[in-house]
């Protein structure tokens, strides 16, 4: 499967960005577990984080396809787009279940760098992965809601506006149905009292927090489509999200690969290159093989997406695919680079921290294999 000839400038254009944030932009902020603000900042300038955003509302109006590349392209480059890809995904829920008034009101201004949408408030600690085992409630009061719980690994919300969050507006035993009763607010974080944002600490720089919600009260308007079925909203956006994600994976196995090649043709060790070995040749060209195969499910998950199918097979295994031959390939470029692979100035380390994530986030591998298993297999449901 190969790209269209539209989407190679997009890349080109990405490199070129990416080339003014080297490696030791992201050390010093590693270091530091500072936030990349003005590489945000540069891509929201570009207009690569309007990616998605439809040209009515400001945005550059891409394909899956041009977002997946874009993101592919600043991992392959050796940055980071977890500091700011949310922004990408979480605004579908507003484009296709928002109000008119919504989606004017917010949408340009995101476009335009003005407000940052980079937080999604849906998992807590006692629900985890089990979304519809949520607890934060939100309690219709006149015209607006009080809310009252707590989120974690919320990442962004230190650094972003707005917040999409998801609050039971029903009791689970009053619901009409098991996904009922979840709704969708659309919440500007500038506005309210009660909340508290927390930082979390972790082993790779993600920004990550805990927010808290104390009788935050949030106007009714602030509803993203019809209360009750916010389920059903973020789901339709989590799909984008695997494809977005999974296609960072395949830049930093993209990486990886081409620093480990690069290194074993050039080591020299016992008189010859160590790339000569085939101890050394044979992991390399393993991950290559299994990046190229992630990139093509990728590419077929971002195709059936922007066509308008169902994509939620595809889109999930594409990111299973992508999240281990990216870290595949992590282990194999420490590998190879021995001792110097731990070291700070290789960027490797760095790397390798970042990517380890995406087999356990923003889905588990478990519950990956557990959603092929019942919706394409026909096996019983297991959870």
């Known amino acids: 499967m190969t790209e269209s000839a539209d989407i190679a400038p997009i890349r080109a254009a990405v490199r070129a960005l990416c080339a003014d944030f080297p490696g030791a932009y992201w050390r010093e902020l590693d270091r530091e577990r500072g936030y990349p603000e003005k590489f945000v900042a540069a891509l929201t300038k570009a207009g690569f984080l309007a990616a998605l955003i439809p040209e009515e509302y400001g945005g550059s109006g891409l394909t899956m396809t041009a977002a997946a590349a874009i993101m592919e392209e600043i991992h392959a480059s050796g940055c980071n787009g977890a500091a700011c890809h949310a922004q990408m995904y979480t605004m579908g829920t507003v484009l296709r279940h928002g109000s008119a008034e919504q989606k004017a009101r917010y949408l340009p201004a995101i476009a335009r760098g003005e407000l940052r949408l980079q937080a999604f408030g849906v998992t807590e600690p006692t629900s985890g992965s089990d979304t519809l085992g949520l607890r934060t409630t939100a309690v219709r009061d006149g015209d607006t809601y009080v809310i009252n719980g707590q989120k974690i690994w919320t990442s962004r919300a230190e650094h972003s506006d707005l917040m999409l969050l998801l609050a039971r507006t029903t009791p689970r035993e009053q619901a009409t149905s098991r996904t009922a009763g979840l709704t969708v607010f659309l919440v500007d974080m500038r506005a309210v009292e009660g909340l508290t944002v927390r930082p979390i600490r972790t082993m790779m720089n993600h920004a990550t927090t805990e927010v808290f919600f104390e009788n935050m009260r949030v106007p009714a308007d602030t509803v993203v489509g019809v209360a009750g079925e916010g389920f059903r909203y973020i789901l339709s956006g989590m799909n984008a999200e695997r494809i977005l994600i999974g296609a960072e994976c395949i830049g930093d196995a993209k990486w990886f690969i081409e620093k480990a090649a690069h290194y074993a043709g050039e080591r020299v060790v016992f008189g010859r290159p160590i790339g000569q070995n085939q101890g050394v040749q044979f992991p390399i060209a393993r991950a290559y093989i299994g990046m190229r195969a992630a990139e093509l499910m990728v590419r077929e998950a971002a195709a059936l997406f922007e066509a ?76």
């Open 308 to 383: 308008g199918l169902d994509c939620g097979a595809e889109a999930n295994m594409a990111k299973h695919l992508a999240a281990e031959a990216s870290w595949a390939a992590a282990d194999m470029c420490v590998q190879t680079h021995g001792g110097f692979g731990f070291a700070e100035e290789f960027d490797i380390e760095r790397k390798f921290r970042e990517t380890r994530l995406y087999t356990v986030a923003p889905v588990s591998t478990n519950l990956i294999l557990s959603y092929i298993a019942e919706h394409v297999l026909g096996l019983p449901r297991s959870y």
